[in-house]
């Protein structure tokens, strides 16, 4: 028998923070969905965008995902004393950020990916650990027990046609270069009223 991982979403609350900081994670480095993620956003997606950039009448689940999705090589890890990369799916656009962030708002919101909807800058790192965790796990015992399923199968697909983000430690710096940025001009404004 092999052992079931919770769904993280059963096992943490979801986070509220939507400050200028929590967001530039949307626009740079949104988080990785899980398995249970895609089903609801994608349904979340027929209710909330009038149209996809792909052919009308085109709205089945696999143009949806080459649409809203990217192949990320994953978080690095190890185990067993060997690193490994755990591969996973993240909704971007071709400038890097969340596909479906408009105007500064989230278009999919009650269905946002584990990755970012259980997740804020302003968490202590324990918890940010222990939820990065869990929903690692849960990927990776999609890929040990279902390498054919959905979640497997979309990210194949999407590796193979070539839509993958850049690199992880180039998307890193680019969130951490533009935090920063953002924090000077926070900092720079708090000392002005004073």
Partial sequence: ??????????????TKCDCKICTMNCRHMPGALIPEDIIPMYEATLYTREHW?????????????RWA??????????????????PS?????????????????????QAAPFGCSHFDTHM???EGHDRSQAYLQRI??????????FYCTIWHKLNNEGRKPEQLQQRRDT???????????IRR??????
């Fill in 124 to 126: 202590n790192p324990v």
């Fill in 89 to 109: 799916l993240v909704p971007r656009n071709q400038t890097g950020g969340c596909i479906f962030l408009t105007n500064g708002k989230c278009d999919v919101h």
């Fill in 189 to 194: 404004k708090r000392s002005r009223k004073k």
């Fill in 1 to 14: 028998m092999k052992f079931k991982v919770e769904n993280p979403r059963d096992k943490f609350e979801r």
């Fill in 53 to 65: 950039v792909c052919q009308p009448g085109d709205r089945d689940i696999d143009s949806w995902a």
């Fill in 140 to 149: 990776y015992q999609e890929w040990e027990e279902n390498p054919e399923g």
């Fill in 175 to 185: 969130l951490q270069a533009a935090t920063q940025k953002l924090e000077k001009q």
């Fill in 69 to 86: 999705l990217l192949a990320s090589d994953g978080a690095r890890v190890v185990k067993d004393g060997v690193t490994i990369n755990i």
